[in-house]
């Protein structure tokens, strides 16, 4: 069985945000870089998998040189081989043209079995691994919390739903499945692990190395900013009648809670 782990490179949550001059993006000396986390758990679900059918697990990212990092910690956990793709000279990476570029230089893989996290940590669009299926014509499902291998051609995938229930779906291969975050524990890479990455292929692809046309999709991004904080203390005085009436005004026109 062959699988494919989608993984991105992400800002730390303990990272300093700071924009560039030109408001369209973030100064990447100030951040932290790390794997995405919920792709870790799309990561150890295939690394599970591989284990149970003697499969092949290849990683695949797409980003800046320091995005190689994450397929080095990926070989180093168990992956077989990476796939690299640089963004270098490609401008406004809306999902649609991310699951383009990517679904473009995975196509003649022929996966088994395409696993990503359910959304990034960044820009948490949680779109990629379903316009993934969709460019690739393969069966799909989200918000997976567990996986079992019928046989060579289907499989079945346990699906969050609301309220506490779960359901479980057969569906046939290749599939294309987001992993929600706790389906497992993700390990940590061995020394053996990590002294073999150097031992692993890594498939690297630029810009021409791609057959799509990726020249526009609609998207731009106009601004970037901050939130804005704003903190003001309203002090409702007068008779309890008073008081009440001008609470109610404030919660139904002014907050409209009510």
Known sequence: MKICVLIKQVASEDSKIVLNS???????????????????????EALQLKEKTNGEVKVCTF????????????LAKGADSGIFISDDGIDNKSPQKVAKIIADRIKDENFDVILSGLQSNDSG??????????????????LVMGTEIINDSS????????????????????????????????????????????????DSYTKEDLSCDISTDGYKIVEM??????????????TPDEIVNELVDILKNKLKVI
């Open 125 to 142: 669009f949680a779109q990629i691994g379903l316009l993934i299926a969709e460019h690739l014509d393969t069966s799909h499902a989200s």
């Open 63 to 74: 980003g800046g040189e320091s995005s190689r990092q994450v397929i080095k910690d990926a």
């Open 155 to 202: 499989i079945k995938v346990k699906l969050e739903l609301e309220n506490g229930w779960f359901q479980w779906s057969e569906l046939d291969l290749p599939t294309s499945l987001t992993i929600q975050s706790g389906i497992n524990t993700p390990r940590y890479a061995t020394l053996k692990g990590i002294m073999s990455v150097k031992n692993k292929t890594v």
């Open 225 to 238: 900013f901050e939130p804005v904080k704003s903190k003001e203390t309203v002090r409702v005085e007068g």
């Open 22 to 44: 030109d408001k369209l993006s973030l100064n990447s000396d100030a951040l932290n870089l790390i794997s995405n986390e919920p792709d870790t758990y799309a990561l150890e």
